[in-house]
């Protein structure tokens, strides 16, 4: 017999995260290509991604994950280096700007939930949105430091392959190959699973805390 509780509980997560995802990743990669762009990189606006739309971002198994495990990806946002005036150097600033770009969100929804209060409206009403505010910050937060993980193609990979590629070559390049690997056993393994969300957890009452 198949729990409608569950199934309700199920849809109305969904209904909260969904959007709150669609606008985390939406910015998260807007961010990435409006920083190539102004670094000298046209490749990404070229492809149409220097926008907020969510559809041009979108990454199905990523987006899947987040409904199932509470942890996902958007589509990478492409940049060709040699563009670049300091290709290393500008890689990694391009590549910081979507999780630097989900800290900011992060943080404007917690102002928005310590003072939404003053707008005086119905407690139903606020309270609904005192979920979406602290959920959308949780989903920044979430987006923000998976994505600094070292670990391909997540935008911390770009660290590893600027200042390590010439020197450790083949390691990179097993990093690279079996990274998809690398990131199922970060979901399915219990201790990995366990870690890296007790780090985004710290990582979000820290943001938090500056705030309340």
């Known amino acids: 017999m198949i729990n409608t509780g569950t199934i309700y509980d199920f849809l109305a ?3 909260i995260m969904l959007p709150a995802f669609l606008i985390a990743l939406s910015f998260h990669e807007f961010a990435h290509a409006f920083v190539a762009h102004l670094l000298g990189d046209d490749t990404a ?3 149409g991604r220097m926008t907020i739309n969510p559809i041009a971002h979108l990454d199905p198994m990523g987006t899947l994950f987040l409904l199932l495990f509470r942890i996902g990806w958007a589509k990478p946002v492409p940049m060709t280096t040699n563009n670049f005036k300091y290709p290393r150097f500008y890689s990694v600033i391009t590549a910081f700007a979507g999780p630097v770009m989900n800290f900011i969100l992060a ?4 102002i928005l939930l310590k ?3 003053l707008l005086n409206l119905p407690v139903n009403f606020y309270k609904s949105f ?3 505010f602290e959920v959308s910050a949780y989903i920044n937060i979430m987006l923000g430091v998976f994505n600094l993980l070292p670990i391909p193609p997540l935008d911390g990979s ?3 392959h600027a200042f390590f590629y010439k020197r450790f070559p083949n390691l990179v390049i097993w990093l690279f190959r079996y990274s998809m690997f690398i990131l199922l056993v970060l979901f399915f393994m219990p201790f990995t699973r366990e870690f890296l969300i007790n780090l985004i957890n710290l990582v979000f009452n820290f943001v938090k805390s ?3």
């Not at 943080?107 to 917690?110: E, V």
């Open 158 to 160: 770009h660290l590893i």
């Open 107 to 110: 943080f404007i929804f917690f």
């Open 13 to 15: 997560s969904v209904a």
């Open 130 to 132: 005192m979920s979406i």
């Open 115 to 117: 003072y939404f209060y």
């Open 210 to 212: 500056l705030v309340f």
């Open 45 to 47: 606006k070229d492809q």
